[in-house]
């Protein structure tokens, strides 16, 4: 069994799954794979 952080076996899973099933969504907040961070004004309404 390979090791993995708590975050790449995460990834992993929703990976496997969005394979699988084209209708898998995922909502939640920093879900969107955007790795910028203080986003503001329009952005921010954007990445939301």
Do not use: C, P, S
Not at 13 to 38: H, P, Q, S, T
């Amino acid at each position: 069994m390979a090791e993995l952080t708590y975050l790449e076996a995460i990834q992993q899973g929703i990976d496997e799954e969005m394979a699988k099933d084209e209708n898998v969504l995922i909502f939640g907040e920093d879900v969107g794979g955007d790795k910028r961070r203080g986003l503001w004004r329009h952005e921010r309404l954007w990445a939301a």
